[in-house]
């Protein structure tokens, strides 16, 4: 099984649904997989159960979102990409980012400083 396969299945699963959260989940996968390639395998057999499709992942971070919600008794919460990856995580039973095959900067990681005096 190979991303080629994932993405595949995620372009299906989401098509005619741009505006929906289910576009967003699947790109969510793809990155991750794209992050960590052994996670395609895994997500290309989850994929293919109903009760785990793109429609039930989106749900799970709606339910996510919903409980933040309440505990926060804002008006509007907002879920980020790192607890949408953490609540995807969860749902699917994907193991953890490992340092090692994950090419993403570790958290709280500052951006490289560009002096533009050395450009002169």
Known sequence: MSYKELAQIIEF??????DKPEWTVGEQLLDMARQQPELAELLVQDLEVPEMKLTAAAAKIKEYADEKHKKSG??????TPTEAEMVLRGFYHLPEADAATDS???AG????????????
Not at 13 to 18: I, V
Not at 74 to 79: E, L, S, T
């Open 74 to 79: 804002g008006k509007c919460v907002c879920v």
């Open 109 to 120: 990681s500052a951006a490289p400083m560009v002096d533009l005096a050395d450009f002169l």
């Open 104 to 106: 993403r900067p570790p």
């Open 13 to 18: 699963q989401r098509l005619r649904k741009e």
